[in-house]
């Protein structure tokens, strides 16, 4: 019996463009990736089929290429390609993603990982970004699990939903309704399969777009995005805020924490609570109270 081989590729890029160069790798291998960033750089990895990704090589210098002509990674950042089987790969995958507990009310999960007590979301890492694994979406669970109380909050704006377990993260807290969005279609595809497979259809409605797709003011917005993004859309997401309501914004780096934090504030939101892990800051900020 002849062994499969699969095409391992990885770059190493600065960690502000990790998400970027994750989802197209992602796209490149239709298998999803491997992440393992540090203070100021980040390894991706994709595997791809050792007998189907002529193309594949190519296709990912060019959009480096794309990238350090708009300054946003060194030019002629390497590609590394070497040949592994195929149960060595998975066994490296399925390594990287295990259980993840945020609380006793949260916790992710894979389907390969068996069920442990409690409600659980189960999805497989792949295209979209979002697992629970990464510092910006645990923080993001955490913040969400500390403020969402009795009675949750009514509506709920899931702004870069990825995979959409922020949004299911809602609905398993009590959210009655939730938007989640996305620009990325790859994304939304995604997203509409974790939620009907995790049983929150009804409370969840999924749509390609972003800011400009919300109806109404929402008591809470999750937003896990990037630093400048955060920044641009400060005072869009502040405006989509319900009186009173909470908006956790994540995917900040410390070195650009001032400036978005000064949007938010500049927008008319409070502070209220902040965690740091690694890089990575996430922040909940809350609306003004209109008597």
Known sequence: MSVKFWRKVTVVVPVDTMD???????????????VEDTERRAGVTAYL???????AVPLLRKYLDGLASMGAIPKGVPIEVSLEADEDWMAVFRSQHSRVVISDRIAVRPRWCAPENGKEIVLDPGLAFGTGTHATTSMCLTLMDRHIGSPPPS??????TGTGILAIAAAFLGVGEILAVDVDPVSIRVARENIKANGVEKSVTVVEGSIDRAEGAYDMITANLYSSLLTSMADPLSRALAPGGMLI??????????????????????????LYEDVWIAALFTGVSRV
Do not use: H, Q, W, Y
Not at 20 to 34: E, N
Not at 49 to 55: A, K, L, T
Not at 155 to 160: F, K, N, W
Not at 249 to 274: H, P, Q, R, Y
């Open 155 to 160: 509506r709920l704006l899931d702004v870069g």
């Open 20 to 34: 970027a160069v994750s989802d197209f790798m992602a796209g490149l291998s239709r298998r999803g990736v491997i």
């Open 49 to 55: 089929p050792g007998d189907n990704s002529g193309e």
């Open 249 to 274: 914004a994540t995917g900040i780096m410390e070195g650009e924490k001032e400036e978005v934090m000064d949007a938010f504030l500049i927008s008319g939101l409070n502070c209220d609570d902040i």
